[in-house]
C-alpha cells in the first residue's frame, strides 16, 4: 500500500482545544496531506476543529468524542474514524493532563488519574492503532512528554506528571524496537515552555519574562514549533528516524 499521505490518516488525540499543540498538529499534518481524525473528550470542540481543519486544508476530518482512559469509547471513535477515512498512517499521542500538587500532598487518585490520562490512555489508543499499522508495513507514532521527565519537574508539572511524561519515553523506546521491523516507527516530543490553553493566564509578567530570560532563544515557545517537528518525524521520508526524543524548548534544557 502507498505511503503517500493523501492515502492515509492521521489520528490526533486531544486536540480540541483552540490554542493547543493537538490542534497545531492537526493543522500541520493536514497541510502535510494527511487526512485527519481527532479525538476528544468534547465531542463540540473536536467537531469544531475537524471542520475548521476540513476547511482550511482540503482534506478529509472527522471530530470524534473519546474518553482516551476508556477502552470501549476508544474503539467506537476509532472504528468509526477507520470507516469513515483512509487507513491509519499516523497516531499522536497528545492527550494529557497536568498537575502542579508536589509529591508529599499528591492523593492516590490524583496519582492514578494523572497516569490514566497521559500513560493509559496513550496505551489505549496506540495498541487499538498499531496492529493494522504493522500490518500495513507503514507507521508514524509520536508520544508528546515533557521536559520535565528530562529535567525533573517543570514550570507546571509536579512529581505525578513528570513521573507519567517519563513513562511515555520509556514506553516509546521499547515499542520503536518491536515495530521497526514492520515499517512502523515511534519517537517522542518533549515540549518545554509552549504557549498554550494550559499556561495561559498562569504566569504574571514578571515571572514570564524571568522564565524568557533562562532561554537562549529568548521567547516562548509557539504551538506551531512543536507541530512542525511532529509533522516532520510523520512523513514517509523520516523513516529512519525511531526510538528518538526531540526536544523543543529553545535551549532551556541542554543534555
Known amino acids: 500500500m502507498s505511503t503517500d499521505p493523501t492515502s492515509r490518516t492521521a489520528v490526533i488525540t486531544g486536540a480540541g482545544s483552540p490554542r493547543g499543540i493537538g490542534r497545531a498538529t492537526a493543522h500541520a499534518l493536514a497541510a502535510s496531506g494527511y487526512h485527519i481524525a481527532v479525538l476528544d473528550l468534547n465531542k463540540e470542540a473536536a467537531e469544531e476543529a475537524a471542520r475548521e481543519v476540513a476547511a482550511r486544508h482540503g482534506v478529509e476530518a472527522l471530530g470524534l468524542a473519546a474518553d482516551v482512559c476508556d477502552a470501549d469509547a476508544v474503539d467506537a471513535a476509532l472504528a468509526a474514524a477507520e470507516a469513515a477515512l483512509p487507513p491509519v498512517g499516523v497516531l499522536v499521542n497528545n492527550a494529557g493532563i497536568t498537575s ?42 509520536v508520544f508528546l512528554s515533557s521536559v520535565s521527565a528530562e529535567r525533573g519537574g517543570g514550570v507546571f508539572g509536579g512529581v505525578a506528571y513528570s513521573a507519567a511524561k517519563a513513562a511515555l519515553l520509556g514506553f516509546a523506546r521499547s515499542l520503536a524496537r518491536e515495530l521497526g521491523p514492520s515499517g512502523v516507527t515511534v519517537n517522542s516530543v518533549a515540549p518545554g515552555l509552549i504557549d498554550t490553553d494550559i499556561t495561559q493566564g498562569k504566569l504574571d509578567e514578571q515571572r514570564k519574562a524571568a522564565m524568557i530570560a533562562e532561554v537562549p532563544v529568548r521567547r ?23 526510538g528518538a526524543t526531540y526536544d523543543v524548548n529553545g535551549g532551556s534544557h541542554i543534555h
Open 220 to 242: 516562548i515557545g509557539g504551538v506551531e514549533d512543536v507541530a512542525d517537528v511532529i509533522a516532520f518525524l510523520a512523513r514517509p521520508e523520516s523513516g529512519y528516524l525511531t
Open 100 to 141: 502542579p500538587t508536589r509529591f508529599l500532598d499528591v492523593t492516590s487518585n490524583e496519582w492514578d488519574k494523572i497516569f490514566d490520562v497521559n500513560v493509559r490512555g496513550s496505551f489505549l489508543v496506540t495498541h487499538r492503532v498499531a496492529a493494522g499499522m504493522a500490518e500495513r508495513g507503514f507507521g508514524r507514532i
